[in-house]
């Protein structure tokens, strides 16, 4: 069985940073993309940013330029920035990743927990 583990989630004022790790742990052959996604209350859980095995990234129209995912293959975990915050950013933040356990399955998703980020105005 594979876990995601968020931290680095928090309180912090609009115009503020803080940047979240997911390390996955367990039985691991390969991870495809990584990402990030959040969901406020009330509200869809919507994709923030992505990134995949190579590094290429995509980001969420609303994030780019303040936001900054990247990956350590190494340690299978993966960042996410967030400079320039906002009180719109307030969310729970959940990672996400393609898991191959071993050669010749196929990938599945997995979820971490969430970390609950607030920005204060």
């Known amino acids: 069985q594979v876990r995601l583990v968020e931290s680095g989630g928090g309180l912090v004022q609009a115009g503020g940073s803080l940047r979240l790790s997911c390390k996955a742990s367990?039985?691991?052959?390969?991870?495809?993309?990584m990402a990030w996604y959040r969901q406020a209350p009330d509200k869809q859980r919507e994709l923030v940013a992505v990134?995949?095995?190579?590094?290429?990234?995509n980001y969420a129209d609303s994030v780019k330029g303040r936001f900054t995912i990247s990956r350590d293959n190494a340690k299978n975990t993966v960042y996410l920035q967030m400079n320039s915050l906002k009180p719109e950013d307030t969310s729970v933040y959940y990672c996400?990743?393609?898991?191959?356990?071993?050669?010749?399955?196929?990938?599945?998703?997995?979820w971490g927990q969430g970390t609950q980020v607030t920005v204060s105005s």
């Open positions: 996400n990743a393609d898991i191959i356990r071993s050669r010749g399955i196929n990938p599945y998703t997995s």
């Open positions: 367990g039985t691991i052959f390969r991870i495809n993309d």
């Open positions: 990134i995949s095995s190579g590094g290429s990234t």
